[in-house]
Structure formats: C-alpha cells, structure tokens
C-alpha cells in the first residue's frame, strides 16, 4: 500500500502559500505546478506502508489516540484543554501516516521505535475504515446509533397508528 498526498492540495497550498510557505502563484506557469505537485506526490511525499491489520489498527487506534481523536475519529476532544484535535473523517492516508510519524503541533510523534510501519498501516487501515464503514442495509440516518434510530422507528409506528385511529374515528362521526 503506499499513502500518497493528494495533488490538487499540493497546487492549492503552492497557490496560496499557506502558514509560513510563500505563494508560488506569480512565480511557476501552471504547467510547472502540476508537475511539482506531480513529483511532490508521487515521488516525495510517498509513504510505503505494508499489509494493515484492521483489529490491531482498533486496537492501536483506542490505546494511542482515541483520547483526543476519539473512537469515530470525529476530534475535538481536547476543547476543554484550550486546543482541539481535528476530525480524521477526510484525512487521506498519507496525512494519516506522516502525522503519526511526525507529530504537527501540540500531537506528539510516534517514530519506529514506539509504532512499527506495520502498525501505522493498521491505525491507517482502522481510520480509513471508521471513515466510510459499510451500510449494514437499511437508512443509515446518519449513523446516530441503535437507541435514537429505535426512538425515531417507535415514534413514526405511533405516529402511523395516531393517523389510522384518526381516519378511523372520522369515517364513524
């Protein structure tokens, strides 16, 4: 598996100059853009990671960072502390890899000594799972849960029956 960035936000961060970066806009024809966000991803910014395991990924996701991640990979855990760890729900998987390895920001890193490659692969393969998890059929409703989706259910069955009973009743007044 190789984690690679994607090239529209290399051009868009060579475009804008994002942080500290300058913009490139004025300086490189679009052309060149292209093909140094083509060399930056697939050349550079190419993170080669082997087989995952999605139940160790689980496993290694809730010990390392679910506390400010939290389960669903949706962040913000940390609000209370002054930060706030952002969402993983549209992270590619080189985000994810070159994150773990090199901690941006408050994050801490996480080099091979502490999580092998093979682990970062499984954390990957954990979050890119969380990310799109398969439909069990049925509507999802946005994936609130079984207790809220049950109340929603039983409240349109009543609502369905309220109905019923009405149209009855006045059909016989």
Known sequence: ???????ATVMTAMEVG??????????????????????????????KLPAGNLGEGGVLFRQYC?????TAVRGGALAFAGGNAPALTDKSAAIIAGTIRWGPGAMPAFPSSVLTDKQVASIVEYVKFVQHPPSPGGTAMNWFGPVSEGFIAWMTLLGVIAITGWIEKGEKG
């Not at 598996?1 to 090239?7: E, G, L, R, T």
């Not at 679910?66 to 939290?70: E, F, G, P, S, V």
């Open 18 to 47: 994002p942080s500290h970066m300058p913009s490139f806009a004025w300086i490189l024809s679009i052309e060149q853009m292209h093909a140094v966000a083509d060399y930056v991803t697939q050349q550079i910014g190419v993170m």
């Open 66 to 70: 679910a506390t400010c991640h939290r």
């Open 1 to 7: 598996m190789k984690a690679v960035h994607d090239p």
